[in-house]
T-cell receptor, first 112, second 114 residues
């Protein structure tokens, strides 16, 4: 079955540095969404980018989408300790907009 | 406007017992999704429901698992005769069901089968 894949699986950086996470998928999408999950808690929606958009910003977050490569990246600038969490991408597909397909996530650790 | 409410937050069941997980969607949302998350893994889709209808249950095991979303009251995910492998976090999400909208998640129910 189709599934998004994030890389890296884990990322550890110093506070203040930028963090980049990538997501790849296999079939045409309607939109791609990034979520954050703090340890043991529910998911929080970060950004939704439509298939006809190439870049989107929200605060310190920047998401890009390359539909020709079927990939997306999430950039967190000037990272903070509070950014420590798992980050998931989810894709909504042309034939089933309501169903999000999830990757396994990237575990991000920000060292103070 | 309260968010998606799931209860209980933690549930411990012995093998063979039944587990009932509840999810109250956000106000105005008529679409509910259930996901299961195993440790260190991403979310796996289980079932998608609208009020009184199961739209897609392709991710839900055929046996022992059932879900409902009645006209009144929360959505229920029911697991009969639980086994150790059912231990996981179960997340519910709701949405208004429109294209290009986000899903709002509850805090999850952590089921432990002993």
């Amino acid at each position: 079955s189709q599934q998004g894949e994030e890389d890296p699986q884990a990322l550890s950086i110093q506070e203040g540095e930028n963090a980049t996470m990538n997501c790849s998928y296999k079939t045409s999408i309607n939109n791609l969404q990034w979520y954050r999950q703090n340890s043991g808690r529910g998911l929080v929606h970060l950004i939704l980018i439509r298939s006809n958009e190439r870049e989107k910003h929200s605060g310190r977050l920047r998401v890009t989408l390359d539909t020709s490569k079927k990939s997306s990246s999430l950039l967190i600038t000037a990272s903070r300790a509070a950014d420590t969490a798992s980050y998931f991408c989810a894709t909504a597909h042309m034939d089933s907009n309501y169903q999000l397909i999830w990757g396994a996530g990237t575990k991000l650790i920000i060292k103070p | 406007n309260a968010g998606v409410m799931q209860n209980p937050r933690h549930l411990v069941r012995r093998r063979g017992q039944e587990a009932r997980l509840r999810c109250s969607p956000m106000k105005g949302h008529s679409h509910v999704y259930w996901y299961r998350q195993l440790p260190e893994e991403g979310l796996k889709f289980m079932v998608y429901l609208q009020k009184e209808n199961i739209i897609d249950e392709s991710g839900m095991p055929k046996e022992r698992f059932s879900a409902e979303f009645p006209k009144e009251g929360p959505s229920i995910l029911r697991i009969q005769q639980v086994v150790r492998g059912d231990s996981a976090a179960y997340f519910c999400a709701s949405s208004p069901g429109l294209q290009n909208t986000e899903a709002f998640f509850g805090q999850g129910t952590r089921l432990t089968v002993v």
